[in-house]
């Protein structure tokens, strides 16, 4: 069974910076991709940052220069560090199992709530 636990989320001041993790278990992590995606209060998920199982990354042109994706094969493990964070950063952020080992294969399970965590909320305020 999949599982996956985010943690690290809180309230930050603009411009601040937080870093999240997520622990997984269940499957062959280092053999997988992972992203990270969040939903903002009435709006749906938006994907944020996917790192393919060769360490490739992509961003989502909101957080580019801002966040960076990283992870632990041997801690089965992905974090999102988050600096110089924007009050329209605030939304639930969540860690999703990618499909297989490529980028784009994140498309194809992100939306899925059995791919996900239970999310952890992320609030920039002052």
């Known amino acids: 069974e999949v599982q996956l636990v985010e943690s690290g989320g809180g309230l930050v001041q603009p411009g601040g910076s937080l870093t999240l993790s997520c622990a997984a278990s269940?499957?062959?992590?280092?053999?997988?991709?992972m992203s990270w995606v969040r939903q903002a209060p009435g709006k749906g998920l938006e994907w944020v940052a996917r790192?393919?199982?060769?360490?490739?990354?992509t961003y989502a042109d909101s957080v580019k220069g801002r966040f960076t994706i990283s992870r632990d094969n041997a801690k089965s493990t992905v974090y999102l560090q988050m600096n110089e964070l924007k009050v329209e950063d605030t939304a639930v952020y969540y860690c999703?199992?990618?499909?297989?080992?490529?980028?784009?294969?994140?498309?194809?399970?992100?939306?899925?709530?059995?791919?996900r965590g239970q999310g952890t909320q992320v609030t920039v305020s002052s």
């Open positions: 269940g499957f062959a992590f280092q053999g997988y991709a």
């Open positions: 999703a199992k990618c499909d297989v080992g490529t980028l784009w294969s994140c498309a194809l399970t992100e939306q899925k709530e059995a791919y």
């Open positions: 790192m393919g199982m060769m360490d490739d990354t």
